[in-house]
């Protein structure tokens, strides 16, 4: 329960704005499969998977997964381009010390997929032992899907095996060029760099839950800040005071969710929310609305931090 007749709400959000040699490869095999051109994909993944969401904000990148029996979970990755592409489970969301599903469809129709693996920012290695079996391969107007399945655990020490709870992914593909072979390593050349990349958090033991139905009387307040021009410097903390209305009886909150709007995912990294004391609404109050990246006006103000948080939000 709350009164929040009596108290004032501080929010303050975080806004950013927004290949190591490798050896030879002795021994190359890649899983192919071949496909007949068609004019559309031969199926609706949809309704073949449990879960599926995009993984990019412009979504291009679309993933698709299933947990299967004995500890196999199949994935399903289509993706706005014409070039290879790649999905990436890695330890922190960032690419060194990665493993990583690369693949791409030829122009003859020919799927291919390859285990591969990272040490660093470079061309992912060449793993020894295949772990990944391509189902399908597809490429049609302008889009490229693949569908393989792959063990959740793994004793090989270039895989990574699938978190309980979050799984941070990567992501990664070239709108246009494929491999210019089928075997290459980093200093080969042979396949051209990113054009796009990313990262995403995902429970994939769960999926996506699904949106929660509210009875038909609960309101809503939105509290936004309207209108904010994000600066060019890397870090940015920006608060704003905002007061509840007056309620004559107790009210329960039974939901918070975030809103960004949408084409500015990339610049919010995390939003709190303080129940402040009424008094710093009447008093001469430092920030109101305003940058606060200052030791004394920080997260909130000095006046609100002993009270509670409410509501915190960051990125996965």
Known sequence: NFQP???????????????HTMSLIPFCLSFILI???????STDWSDEFDYNTY????????????NLP???????????ATGWIALGISPRGQMPNSDIALGWVDDDGNAYLQDRYTTGRTTPLYDSNQNLTLISGEEVD??????????KYSCDGDDMSLSKGTTRLIWAFHSTQDPEEECFDG?????TYHTNKGTQSINLDSGVPEEIELEDDVETLDFVMDNVAVPATDTTYYCKLFKVPHFNDTQHMVKFSTIVEEGNEAVVHHIVVYDCP???????HEVLEGDCDAEHTNMPSRQCRGERIIFVWAVG
């Open 55 to 66: 993984i990019d904000e412009n979504q291009l990148f679309k993933l698709y997964w299933t």
């Open 278 to 284: 009424e008094y710093i609404a009447t008093e001469d």
């Open 187 to 191: 200093g080969s050349g042979s396949i």
């Open 142 to 151: 302008g889009m490229t899907r693949l569908r393989w399945t792959r063990p």
């Open 5 to 19: 007749s009596t108290s004032s709400y501080s929010t303050n959000r975080k806004i950013s704005p927004t290949m």
């Open 70 to 80: 004995n500890d196999i979970i199949e994935f399903g990755i289509e993706v706005s």
């Open 35 to 41: 496909s007949l051109r068609v004019s559309s994909f």
